[in-house]
């Protein structure tokens, strides 16, 4: 295992062996990218080999762009910011991002620091999820933190929670219930019902959220499968909106933004998100940079996970306004 004081020469050996490992770049496409030789390239992951770093996964959960990494603690006040290298030629802002939430959350479960975790759902939690080794946590509960939808499989927040704690071998609870509920229905009455009084109950005692973030277009998981037929994305952007997290939409400066899905929406509030003590958020690519940036200045999360290309981007962006 890496740790911070871990020679920074060795910085560049596990940047190299993410991009062969997890990236699936050759020799010289690394060689390329970061402006080496590839004998130097080839030297790195036979280093990596004697040294025992690189077994089946890269055994740290320490990334190599440390000097990215201090730049957003100290311009967002996080506790930590994990960058992990995203490839540079075949971008797919889940794949690096995927795999950084993969390997910090076996850190954090190896340490038995988790006993409640709250996830939301999306291409990112996915990809986690299919990179983590099968355990055996039975005293582990993995908690939905919002409503499904009736399409998107693996994808929406059943998914995503039977999953984790399928891959975990933990138990899990589901918040039984649409993202959204239809007009007619009244909120406060529906959520009265036992089995939600108890799910909400829980979501005051997480140890852990694990959030992602979408902004508002056909890329997003919401936009594409959640919301209601007389609500649009114009409507949400003349609201003010650029993007959601857990469903809750916010503007530029990371308010929450009045729309006609408040009142209908079925999930974690944000003054109850930010009672989490530990509030992971997992999100890269170059159109979640302002929601982001948003997110981060509405002290939503104090961890963020996200690729070097985003991680840049966000600082930028965060200077300009």
Avoid at 128 to 148: C, D, F, T
Avoid at 219 to 234: A, F, H, K
Avoid at 245 to 254: P, S, T
Wanted: some cysteine; overall charge negative.
């Amino acid at each position: 295992m890496l740790n911070k004081d871990f020679p920074q020469a060795d910085a560049f050996t596990v940047e190299v062996c993410w991009h062969y490992f997890v990236n699936e770049l050759t020799q010289a496409q690394i060689a390329k990218a970061m402006g080496v030789t590839r004998l130097r390239v080839n030297q790195a992951i036979q280093r990596a080999r004697a040294l025992g770093l690189v077994k089946v996964e890269i055994d740290s959960p320490f990334l190599p762009r440390f000097d990215l990494q201090d730049q957003l603690q100290e311009r967002f006040g996080l506790a930590r910011a994990l960058v992990a290298p995203a490839n540079p030629e075949h971008y797919d802002y889940h794949n690096a991002c995927g795999a950084a939430l993969a390997a910090y959350m076996a850190e954090r479960l190896q340490a038995g620091e988790w006993r409640r975790i709250g996830v939301s759902w999306g291409m990112t939690l996915q990809s986690a999820i299919n990179r983590m080794m099968q355990q055996s946590l039975p005293e582990l509960e993995v908690i939905s933190m919002i409503g499904g939808t009736s399409r998107g499989d693996s994808l929406n927040a059943f998914g995503i929670a039977s999953g984790l704690a399928g891959r975990l071998g933990a138990r899990y609870s589901l918040l039984a219930a649409p993202i959204f509920l239809a007009p007619q229905i009244d909120r406060a009455a529906f959520l009265a019902q036992e089995i939600f009084t108890e799910h909400f109950h829980k979501l005051t005692a997480l140890d852990v959220a694990i959030l992602t973030a979408s902004d508002i277009s056909e890329r997003s998981y919401l936009i594409r499968t959640g919301l209601p037929s007389e609500v649009g994305m114009r409507d949400l952007t003349d609201a003010g909106a650029i993007g959601d997290v857990v469903c809750r939409f916010l503007d530029g400066q990371g308010q929450q933004v009045r729309t006609a899905l408040d009142d209908c929406t079925i999930g974690i509030d944000l003054e109850t998100l930010r009672q989490t003590p530990e509030r992971v958020l997992a999100a890269a690519g170059p159109h979640k940079v302002a929601i982001i940036r948003a997110a981060l200045r509405a002290g939503l999360a104090n961890i963020l996970i996200t690729d070097d290309l985003t991680a840049r981007m966000v600082l930028e962006h965060d200077a300009r306004v």
